[in-house]
């Protein structure tokens, strides 16, 4: 029998079985790294996204609101639905601005609503991050010359946003 045939020593073995490790822990790391990054990434795409949209919404509902706007302090249930920052009439319709918490995202949400309740609703945008959102007029809530809609999110990378808008004099 020649040594061809006899096949791998001990010490061969435990050499490729330490090279393999070593292989397997550095591309295991990578692994984890991307995904860690990919996750932290999405977050802020999420959070950007949601700005992009509601300000592209946002300045022409305010702008061409037909009457005083309200505001509320805290999500309120309307009679359009619930979560309501901010309400702009417009006309015999009335726009709303909603944050919606669900068991694994928060929407910012848009709805137009008439008398007889929602007439069309979207989400401007989501993420799995929560946030909250505070509409406030300006310079005081009477004549509410502008609106103001503040954006926050809090956890590990805390983030706002604000958007603000003149209404047109009527």
């Known amino acids: 029998m020649?040594?061809?045939?006899?096949?791998?020593?001990?010490?061969?073995?435990?050499?490729?079985?330490?090279?393999?490790?070593?292989?397997?822990?550095?591309?295991?790391?990578?692994?984890t790294q991307g995904f860690?990054?990919?996750?932290?990434?999405?977050?802020r795409v999420d959070r950007s996204n949601l700005a992009e949209f509601?300000?592209?919404?946002?300045?022409?509902?305010?702008?061409?609101a037909t009457g005083v706007p309200v505001t509320y302090a805290t999500p309120t249930a309307t009679t359009c639905?619930?979560?309501?920052?901010?309400?702009?009439?417009h006309g015999a319709e009335t726009v709303?601005?909603?944050?919606?918490?669900?068991?694994?995202?928060?929407?910012l949400v848009r709805r137009r609503c008439d008398a007889s309740g929602v007439v069309n609703a979207?989400?401007?945008?989501?993420?799995?991050?929560?946030?909250?959102a505070l509409a406030e007029c300006r310079p005081d809530a009477a004549i509410?010359?502008?609106v103001s809609l503040k954006v926050t999110w809090s956890g590990s990378e805390p983030h706002t946003f604000t958007l603000r808008a003149d209404r047109r004099a009527r």
Do not use: H, M
């Open 2 to 31: 020649t040594r061809r045939d006899q096949g791998f020593t001990l010490i061969e073995l435990l050499l490729a079985v330490a090279i393999l490790g070593i292989i397997l822990g550095t591309v295991g790391l990578s692994v």
């Open 36 to 43: 860690r990054t990919t996750t932290a990434t999405k977050a």
């Open 54 to 64: 509601t300000a592209k919404t946002f300045t022409p509902d305010v702008a061409s």
């Open 81 to 89: 639905g619930e979560g309501t920052v901010l309400e702009l009439p």
């Open 96 to 107: 709303q601005y909603a944050v919606i918490v669900t068991a694994n995202a928060t929407e």
């Open 122 to 132: 979207r989400a401007i945008g989501r993420t799995g991050t929560a946030f909250t």
């Open 144 to 146: 509410c010359g502008g």
